[in-house]
T-cell receptor, first 113, second 117 residues
Framework: GNSVTQMEGPVTLSEEAFLTINCTYT??????LFWYVQYPGEGLQLLLK?????DKGSNKGFEATYRKETTSFHLEKGSVQVSDSAVYFC????????????FGKGTKLSVIP | DAGVIQSPRHEVTEMGQEVTLRCKPI?????LFWYRQTMMRGLELLIY????????DSGMPEDRFSAKMPNASFSTLKIQPSEPRDSAVYFC??????FGSGDEKLFFGSGTQLSVL
């Protein structure tokens, strides 16, 4: 079956540091890939997505590139802010007609001033 | 739009009691999902409705759990009787896009924090 593996947290960074959160996946077909973010006390929100190999998703300074050869979708940001403190979830959905998102376990990021 | 609305935000109950969680999806969305989030297991899909019809309830842990969607604007998740191992955050999410279209986007509610003592 499908699975998503994320680096374990928590991750603590100083403001303006570079962020990488690793995500690798296992899927039988050609999945779409997503990063969702969960701020404290809130539900998950879609941060970015990529639907095919070599696509780059980007939003709010975050980027992730769909790498089919390494089955990865690592999240990066060049300069984090305190407001980026949240839990980040990598997820995938298999091809046409599928409705089940498979989530990773989440990586908690704390950014300190 | 107010987004996906869940109630209550917090529920504390004693083992054996019935618990009902409520969800109002975003108007016009035709897909509704109930998820459970725990530290040990992460996010688990419990049940998926499309156009108010349950499509997949294979994630419902056991017969103590039931979910209904009587109309397009309301859904409930019921646990009867509740047990301490049911303690978790329960999320409702809705979506408009056809899954598999490449435009999938789930909108989550703020969740219900359930504690069963």
């Amino acid at each position: 079956g499908n699975s998503v593996t994320q680096m374990e947290g928590p991750v603590t960074l100083s403001e303006e540091a570079f962020l990488t959160i690793n995500c690798t996946y296992t899927a039988t077909g050609y999945p779409s890939l997503f990063w969702y973010v969960q701020y404290p006390g809130e539900g998950l929100q879609l941060l970015l997505k990529a639907t095919k190999a070599d696509d780059k998703g980007s939003n709010k300074g975050f980027e992730a590139t769909y790498r089919k050869e390494t089955t990865s979708f690592h999240l990066e940001k060049g300069s984090v802010q305190v407001s980026d403190s949240a839990v980040y979830f990598c997820a995938l959905i298999e091809g046409a007609g599928s409705y089940q998102l498979t989530f990773g376990k989440g990586t908690k990021l704390s950014v300190i001033p | 739009d107010a987004g996906v609305i869940q109630s209550p935000r917090h529920e504390v109950t004693e083992m054996g009691q019935e618990v009902t969680l409520r969800c109002k999806p975003i108007s016009g969305h035709n897909s509704l999902f109930w998820y459970r989030q725990t530290m040990m297991r992460g996010l688990e899909l419990l049940i998926y409705f499309n156009n108010n019809v349950p499509i997949d309830d294979s994630g419902m842990p056991e017969d103590r759990f039931s979910a209904k969607m009587p109309n397009a604007s309301f859904s409930t998740l019921k646990i009867q009787p509740s047990e301490p191992r049911d303690s978790a955050v329960y999320f409702c999410a809705s979506s408009l896009a056809l899954f598999g279209s490449g435009d999938e986007k789930l909108f989550f509610g703020s969740g219900t924090q359930l504690s069963v003592l």
